[in-house]
Structures are given as structure tokens and as C-alpha cells.
């Protein structure tokens, strides 16, 4: 098969969407495909481009054997739901002549966010003559409402009007978790063309005791945690979605313990729109429990991880039926238990109860968040137990989801 993905996020950006769709593209050229990506200059999780590629309209590099074709995007400063809208169109505007330029694909995958590219993919499609997959990470509408980033009205209307279109002309629709299977058959999706292709772990199996134990103390000795602290960890963006305010709260109260508490240090890793905001909260109270560090390369990130007592995944309030964490994948296969901050109906707390490899708390409770921490940190039999749970996340190996996905795309285009 000839396949074109088309999406804004790529490798070299370590978090989000990137990861996938890089993997997606590798994969498919190593099972004999010829495969290219039509993307953006990389800018996320910093919403900053490398100087470099300030003012450059497009590029084309080979990435691991992929062709890699980068279309200019507006970038903004300072992230606003105007300012996010004008991103994302200028991608999927200046992206379509560049997919437009190049030879037809058997299929292209069209990776959501941005949602504008499916009305995009379907004026391409019909020119070309060929079928597309809408392959969607995140709601966006949904999550857009749910955040209070915009409100039901005409503008809210006119979302729902383009995600129709998206989903209508599809010959596909994929997502990532059960709950989007639901979400798309309410929308009107009809069930052949639902196909559930979840996020899947990246990287080699999960490293051997011994390793992990000269890992987290090469973490350890390097940032200077005691051995004995209690670690927890939260890494990734730091945005809107996150609701990482609570965190902060819940550390300022675990702060002000009285002297002799056991010793508790909370990580908070990465970079996004909400960085300043967070910094300056975390300056303002004085706080000693909570480390700011910027987003760390991928040997890092997995000491951290191996260095870790539990991993933190925040969200806000009313966002979590919307999409899927995907960094629960890498913590999981690196043998972490989780501590999650999400809405009991929300995908993630709803794998949480389903694996039994962590705890789940409402999130905007700081109170309920120091508590689970103080308790965790206080029952190392049941950190272990939760530990040994974390093979619940064999499910999503990369050989089984991109395999199934590689014949549901040929089984396409032969129907």
C-alpha cells in the first residue's frame, strides 16, 4: 500500500501525539508499505519552534526511512482558543497543498487533532478519489466544552457541524478508547466504520529488577532525593486539560505537616501553556515538596520512573470521557503504580479500577490528593501489590494493536 499520514504533531517531540504517529509510520515501512508524513515544524509540549525553523514555509526530511514533509504553522506565545483555532488552520491550510502536490495514496490516515483537517481530508479525497481513516486522539469539541474553553452557542454548533463532516466521509473512524467507541456511535457513526485502535507501549519490555534498581538510584543520586523519600511523579504537558493546580494545593498542604512527617517529594516534569502560572504558584508558597524540572530525555524519563513510588496522571474536571492518557502506557510497562486525579466516569479512572494497579481521586480536591499521597506513602505492602497489578498493561503491545490496525487498513481496500 501507498500511504499518506497527515497530522500536525512528529517526532522529534517526545510527548503527546508525536510518539504515535511516528510509530504508526515506522511500523507500516517496516511491514513493506511505502509510507510518507505531511506535518508541522515541532513546536509542542514548549509552543515554541527552534529558532531555525522561525519563518521556514516548508522542509522535507527523512526521519528512520519515513519521508517527512513539514508544512509552516502559526505558533502563538500565549495559547487562547482564537489564537489555538488560527494554529491550527493555518496547518490544515497550508498543509493541504502539500498533500494536494503529491502523488495519490491507496488510503490516507488523517490524525485528529486538529479537527479541521477531516473536512480538509474530504474535499482531498474526492479530488484524489481515494479513501480516508479520521484517526482521533482527542474529542475535541467535547473536551473543548467540557473545559469551558468555549461555550454551547453558534461557535459550539459550528464544531459539531465540521466533526460531522469529518466523521460523514470517512471511509473510518478510529479512537483510542471504548469510551470514543461510544461517543462516535452516539454521534452517529455507524458500527462498520468504528474501529477501535487504541495507543499501544513504545519501546523494549520492561527491565529486569536489578536494572530498575540501578536506575532509579542513578535518578536519586542525580536530583537529590534521599533514598528513603517517598516519590511521586507527574510528566508531560503542562496545560489546561491537566488541572495541575490541584496538585500544587495538595503539596502545600502536605507541606505544612508538622516536623517528623514521613518525607514526601512530588515531581512535576515537563513544559506546556501553564508552566509560568504553575512556577509562580510554587514560588509564591514557598514550597519545598514540589521540584519543577523540564521535560527530560528518554533515559531520564525512565529512571524517573524506575526512581518513582507512584506516578501521577491529573485532569480537569470534566474532561476525562474525552480522551485517553496515553502516558499510562509507559508508566505501566515500567512497573509504576499510578495515582490518578480524574471524573469516576472518565476513561482513565475507569482503567484504574479495571487494572487495580493504582488509586483514583476526584479531581479540584487537593485534601483527597494529600491524603492518597500520605496513605501511599505509608503502606509499602500495598504499593508492591499495586505493582505486580501493572501487567494489566500487556494488552496494548504494539504488535497486537498495529498489526490489527495494518489489516483492518488492507481489508479497506480490497471491500
Known amino acids: 500500500m501507498r500511504i499518506i499520514v497527515w497530522g500536525i504533531n512528529y517526532a522529534p517531540e517526545l510527548t503527546g501525539i508525536a510518539p504515535f504517529n511516528a510509530g504508526l509510520c515506522e511500523d507500516l515501512r517496516r511491514r513493506g508499505h511505502t509510507v510518507e508524513m505531511i506535518t508541522g515544524f515541532p513546536y509542542y509540549p514548549r509552543w515554541e519552534k527552534a529558532p531555525g525553523d522561525r519563518g521556514r514555509l516548508h522542509r522535507r526530511e527523512e526521519i528512520n526511512g519515513v519521508p517527512v514533509y513539514r508544512c509552516w504553522q502559526y505558533v502563538p506565545r500565549r495559547v487562547t482558543t482564537l489564537r489555538r483555532i488560527a494554529h491550527e488552520l493555518t496547518f490544515g491550510l497550508g498543509s493541504l497543498l502539500r498533500v494536494l502536490l503529491r502523488p495519490a495514496a491507496d488510503v490516507y490516515i488523517v490524525v485528529s487533532p486538529p479537527l479541521i483537517l ?49 466523521y460523514r466521509d470517512a471511509a473510518a473512524v478510529s479512537g483510542i478508547s471504548d469510551g470514543m467507541m461510544q461517543a462516535f456511535a452516539a454521534k452517529g457513526v455507524p458500527e462498520p466504520k468504528r474501529w477501535l485502535f487504541p495507543n499501544w507501549i513504545r519501546g523494549g519490555a520492561s527491565a529486569a529488577a536489578s536494572e530498575r534498581c540501578a536506575a532509579a538510584a542513578a535518578f536519586r543520586a542525580k536530583y537529590g532525593i534521599p533514598a528513603g523519600c517517598f516519590l511521586a511523579s507527574y ?4 496545560g489546561r486539560k491537566q488541572g495541575l493546580e490541584t496538585l500544587v494545593e495538595a503539596v502545600a498542604r502536605l507541606d505544612a505537616r508538622p516536623a517528623g512527617a514521613p518525607g514526601i517529594q512530588v515531581l512535576l516534569v515537563g513544559d506546556g501553556a501553564m508552566r509560568e502560572t504553575l512556577a509562580a504558584q510554587v514560588r509564591a508558597k514557598g514550597m519545598t515538596g514540589l521540584r519543577m524540572l523540564p521535560l527530560l530525555d528518554e533515559t531520564d524519563y525512565q529512571r524517573m520512573l524506575a526512581a518513582s513510588d507512584v506516578s501521577l496522571i491529573v485532569q480537569s474536571p470534566g474532561t476525562g470521557q474525552y480522551f485517553f492518557p496515553s502516558k499510562l502506557l509507559s508508566i505501566l510497562t515500567a512497573g509504576c503504580p499510578v495515582l490518578s486525579v480524574a471524573d469516576d466516569d472518565s476513561e482513565l479512572a475507569k482503567a484504574v479500577a479495571d487494572g487495580a494497579f ?58
Do not use: I
Request: charged share 25%.
Open 118 to 166: 477531516g473536512p480538509l481530508a474530504s474535499l482531498l479525497c474526492r479530488l484524489k478519489r481515494r479513501p480516508y481513516v479520521f484517526h482521533v486522539q482527542d474529542l475535541q469539541p467535547d473536551a473543548a466544552v467540557g473545559l469551558g474553553m468555549v461555550k454551547p452557542g453558534l461557535f459550539t454548533r459550528l464544531l459539531y457541524r465540521v466533526e460531522a463532516w469529518a
Open 235 to 238: 510528566s508531560g504537558n503542562l
Open 358 to 415: 493504582g488509586r483514583n481521586v476526584r479531581p479540584a480536591d487537593p485534601t483527597a490528593l494529600a491524603q492518597a499521597l500520605e496513605e501511599l506513602a505509608a503502606d509499602p505492602a500495598a504499593l508492591a501489590q499495586l505493582r505486580r497489578r501493572t501487567a494489566w498493561v500487556e494488552r496494548f503491545s504494539a504488535a497486537r494493536v498495529l498489526t490489527e490496525f495494518e489489516a483492518r487498513l488492507s481489508r479497506l481496500l480490497r471491500g
